[in-house]
Nanobody
Framework: QVQLVESGGGLVQAGGSLRLSCAASGSISSINTMGWYRQAPGKQRELVAVSGGSANYADSVKGRFTVSRDSAKNTVFLQMNSLKPEDTAVYYC??????????????WGQGTQVTVSS
């Protein structure tokens, strides 16, 4: 089994910062991409930032959020600065990886709530 476990969500005031972490565990042969999506109430899940060969960001977070990886530990981070109330959402860790026993696929964490108060 492969698991993605997030941590670091919470409540913060507008203008503040949070750092999310996500560790992938299990029998993993290789990871191509790791990153973050989010889903606000009543909205579709959207890409926030992903890191493969390079980092890609949603326009709404460019300059405020930074995605980084520790490939040796199969971990991805999301540093979120200058948070805004519109950043409030459940943040999901994402990975495109190949387990030891099957082919490449998409994997998701359980989600962590980020709430930004005004």
């Amino acid at each position: 089994q492969v698991q993605l476990v997030e941590s670091g969500g919470g409540l913060v005031q507008a203008g503040g910062s949070l750092r999310l972490s996500c560790a992938a565990s299990g029998s993993i042969s290789s990871i191509n991409t790791m990153g973050w999506y989010r889903q606000a109430p009543g909205k579709q899940r959207e890409l926030v930032a992903v890191s493969g060969g390079s980092a890609n960001y949603a326009d709404s977070v460019k300059g405020r959020f930074t995605v980084s990886r520790d490939s040796a530990k199969n971990t991805v981070f999301l540093q979120m600065n200058s948070l805004k109330p519109e950043d409030t959402a459940v943040y999901y860790c994402y990975a495109y990886l190949r387990p030891a026993w099957k082919s490449w696929g998409d994997y998701w964490g359980q989600g962590t709530q980020v709430t930004v108060s005004s």
